[in-house]
């Protein structure tokens, strides 16, 4: 019976062990990944240092992530099939960990491009590449931003370089034509910047010129867009434009942005 009493100690022992680093390695991939956004908000570290917490949580997470679900896996049957009582806290602890570990690795997972998926380093996209949308009341805000509101003009970048890389990676974003009145189109384009949940700076429907700031969700970063609605022969055209403050390439997010405002004007 002692020895019986001592080999359930000792293999409850393990459990615990092999619970506790299993909460541990999760929580600790889950810091990381948190760390990368939060240094940023915080004003720690800039963008740069957070893609960088944030790739080693990826590179790292799907192992870090499958051995926490082995622990948890490994824990919980061995609990029931060599009947070690008092172990469900055990199991548990390695379950949570196992799960912080899977969210802390398919958060910096989403932002991967799909396969075969080639985004341009670029982050200035608009429908008109010849004469694109100007910034008025948003400019002010950009004051401090790393990137210029000028087209072509970040990332040592010219104009015509950045219409050949647009024109190639997202020929669907041209100006898009409409056969409502301008009026209803741009009360169309309002009601998307509030669906979208785009921060409204400016509405202007004399000029036909909304503009508006999104908020990116992980990192916070702020996305600057300016839509503008006019009339040209019988049809209501409407252009846009969405330009990034930090970094040089978007991993094609102004592209959808723009597509998810087009969608709405459709409805």
């Not at 960088?52 to 051995?67: D, E, K, P, T, V």
């Not at 029931?80 to 570990?101: E, S």
């Not at 969210?103 to 932002?111: G, H, K, R, T």
């Not at 609605?229 to 434009?241: C, F, H, K, L, M």
Request: with cysteine.
């Amino acid at each position: 019976m002692t020895t019986e009493i001592t080999d359930q100690a000792k293999l409850r022992f393990r459990l615990k062990i092999g619970g506790l680093a299993g909460l541990a390695l999760g929580l600790g991939l889950g810091l990381l990944t948190l760390a990368s956004a939060a240094g940023i908000w915080l004003g720690f570290w800039d963008f740069r240092r957070g893609f960088s917490l944030l790739g080693a949580a990826n590179q790292y997470g799907q192992w870090l992530a499958w051995a926490c679900l082995l622990i948890a896996v490994a824990a919980s049957i061995a609990s029931y099939l060599l009947k070690i009582k008092n172990t469900g806290r055990f199991v548990t602890l390695a379950a949570i960990g196992a799960l912080v570990a899977w969210v802390a690795y398919l958060i910096p997972e989403s932002f991967r491009p799909g396969v075969g998926v080639n985004y341009p380093s670029i982050h200035d996209i608009s429908t008109n590449r010849i004469k694109p949308p100007q910034f008025f009341a948003i400019a002010p805000l950009r004051a401090d931003a790393p990137n210029t509101l000028i087209y072509g003009g970040s990332n040592n970048m010219t104009p015509e370089q950045l219409i050949e890389q647009t024109d190639e990676a997202y020929q669907d974003l041209v100006t898009q034509r409409y056969s409502e009145p301008v009026n209803e189109i741009f009360e169309k384009a309002l009601a998307a910047v509030d669906d979208l949940g785009w921060e409204l700076v400016a509405a202007n429907a004399s000029d036909g010129r909304i503009e508006a700031t999104d908020t990116t969700f992980w990192f916070r970063f702020k996305d600057d867009v300016v839509i503008k609605v006019e009339q040209q022969g019988p049809d209501t055209i409407v252009d846009a434009r969405s330009v990034s403050r930090v970094g040089t390439g978007d991993l094609g997010a102004n592209a959808i942005r723009l597509r998810k405002l087009f969608a709405l004007l459709e409805n």
